[in-house]
T-cell receptor, first 114, second 113 residues
Framework: AQKVTQAQTEISVVEKEDVTLDCVYETRDTTYYLFWYKQPPSGELVFLIRRNSFDEQNEISGRYSWNFQKSTSSFNFTITASQVVDSAVYFCALNNNAGNMLTFGGGTRLMVKP | DTAVSQTPKYLVTQMGNDKSIKCEQNLGHDTMYWYKQDSKKFLKIMFSYNNKELIINETVPNRFSPKSPDKAHLNLHINSLELGDSAVYFC????????????FGQGTRLTVV
């Protein structure tokens, strides 16, 4: 069975602060994929990143960065210099390639205040 | 050019009715999905479907059934709607063989009264 845990249900920061969203996963598979999605107030789900289990390199995309650590089964997401437009619910997800179905974490609601 | 589109965006209906939500993808993906997001924002897979195989989440009541007229469409039919079916339903698609990310539709907010 797979499981994704996002322990932070809600985070509030002031604009320009850095913020890290935690994600811990459980799987028995050796091959799997991890994802982050953003759900802004408008409701759609926006893909942010995909990482496979064999690639532990950290990734940076603009103000976003991801830290994948297999040893701790974590795939954390950091937003640097947060902006009000970053306010959204962020979901971490996992699949093991069995039909590509995603197991989602419970989401973290990020509120960035001006 | 919307990649994954669902209609309607909002659906309000009475208990006991039967309703359908349509989904179409123009990405050429081989697999489509339905997810349910409840009032607490939890997202759960309902179905995964390609032209060979339907995988059903065992927790989904059999009042819910996916229907795929072709590779680009996966509609969701719901019979005898109940209050607890109120949720946002998301359609998605991906290319399983290449293990691409899933692209989601904009969601359908279903309210059963």
């Amino acid at each position: 069975a797979q499981k994704v845990t996002q322990a932070q249900t809600e985070i509030s920061v002031v604009e320009k602060e850095d913020v890290t969203l935690d994600c811990v996963y459980e799987t028995r598979d050796t091959t799997y994929y991890l994802f982050w999605y953003k759900q802004p107030p408008s409701g759609e789900l926006v893909f942010l990143i995909r990482r496979n289990s064999f690639d532990e390199q950290n990734e940076i995309s603009g103000r976003y960065s991801w830290n994948f650590q297999k040893s701790t089964s974590s795939f954390n997401f950091t937003i640097t210099a947060s902006q009000v437009v970053d306010s959204a619910v962020y979901f971490c997800a996992l699949n093991n390639n069995a039909g590509n179905m995603l197991t989602f974490g419970g989401g973290t609601r990020l509120m960035v205040k001006p | 050019d919307t990649a994954v589109s669902q209609t309607p965006k909002y659906l309000v209906t009475q208990m006991g009715n039967d309703k359908s939500i349509k989904c179409e993808q123009n990405l050429g993906h081989d697999t489509m999905y339905w997810y349910k997001q409840d009032s607490k924002k939890f997202l759960k897979i309902m179905f995964s479907y390609n032209n060979k195989e339907l995988i059903i989440n065992e927790t989904v009541p059999n009042r819910f059934s996916p229907k795929s007229p072709d590779k680009a469409h996966l509609n969701l039919h719901i019979n005898s709607l109940e209050l607890g079916d109120s949720a946002v339903y998301f359609c998605a698609s991906s290319q399983v063989l290449q293990n691409t990310e899933a692209f989601f539709g904009q969601g359908t907010r279903l309210t059963v009264v």
